[in-house]
């Protein structure tokens, strides 16, 4: 598939159009509606900007580096049946395939899932993808060994009670689910790389969703929803998984990338990623 050249921007999320910060409450008809087209606008400049640093088949957790390669926290992918949620441009699932896993891709953006297609035929490595959400997985009950997300979609859900019970019901018992998130307590801090990052302005107990508003339309083009760690413990208990890992991964000696929020300024003295490891009740 041929796509049109991209080229690297500075900005970790173009505001464009124009958008106006709020925090409010925001359902999962409304979360969805904004977040598909405003992925499909910034898959171009992400993959741009950040293409090189995930690898065109590398499976990296977070903006810190840490690789499954060394973490090992989904476990061994031969000859597994293994979906990615929220798989963007494919890049972790080609890492499971290029493993002898049977990896497979969803995410909610036809443009990242364009952006699949090109790496496919680049590496020869092709990830089968679909378009759809997290809280309505479509594949049928007991499809996969293993199921991951890294920074895919769970963030960006209302209602995440539903996602996880969507992640149970394709597993098959005793199946692995494994994800990294934003570390919960970042949400007490401006998402801002540099010095300003770094003092506590908001209460990590306020779980209304941060919402971009299109000043021209009046419509949500952005939305991000926050739960602390004891929320994810709570969802992911209730739905029949065992806690096995949970990373907090340091912030490399000489790792001088900046990513959106992410920077060594922050990430040498406090965690900016969570990486949750748990297995399904057989």
């Not at 061994?76 to 929220?86: F, P």
């Amino acid at each position: 598939m041929s796509l049109p050249p991209v080229t690297p921007d500075s900005r970790d999320h173009p505001p464009l159009p124009p958008v106006r910060v709020e925090r409010r409450a925001v359902d999962e008809a409304e979360s969805r509606a904004a977040n598909g087209p405003d992925w499909d606008r910034y898959a171009d400049d992400y993959q741009a900007t950040h293409g090189e640093f995930l690898g065109n088949d590398g499976f990296v957790w977070g903006p810190e580096g840490l690789t499954e390669e060394s973490a090992g926290i989904l476990g061994d992918v031969r000859d597994r049946d293994v979906l990615e949620v929220g798989s963007g441009a494919g890049q972790c699932s080609r890492w499971v395939r290029s493993r002898g896993g049977r990896g497979v891709g969803l995410d909610l953006s036809h443009r990242q899932l364009q952006h699949s297609r090109r790496l496919d035929e680049a590496t020869g490595v092709p990830v089968p993808s679909v378009r759809g959400t997290a809280t309505a997985l479509p594949f049928r009950d007991g499809s996969f060994d293993k199921v991951f997300s890294a920074f895919g979609a769970l963030q960006f859900v209302a209602d995440l009670d539903d996602a996880v019970a969507e992640v149970a019901r394709v597993l098959r018992p005793g199946g692995r689910f494994a994800f990294s998130i934003t570390h919960p307590t970042r949400w007490m801090f401006p998402d801002d790389p540099g010095p300003e990052g770094l003092v506590a302005s908001q209460d990590y107990w306020d779980r209304t969703p941060y919402v971009e508003v299109d000043e021209a339309t009046g419509r949500v083009s952005y939305v991000e929803h926050h739960r602390t760690l004891g929320d994810w413990v709570a969802v992911l208990a209730g739905r029949g998984f065992r806690i096995t890992d949970l990373l907090e991964p340091q912030w490399p000696e000489g790792h001088e990338r900046v990513w959106g929020g992410w920077s060594g300024t922050r990430g040498r003295i406090g965690p900016g990623t969570a990486v949750f490891g748990c297995d399904l009740d057989a």
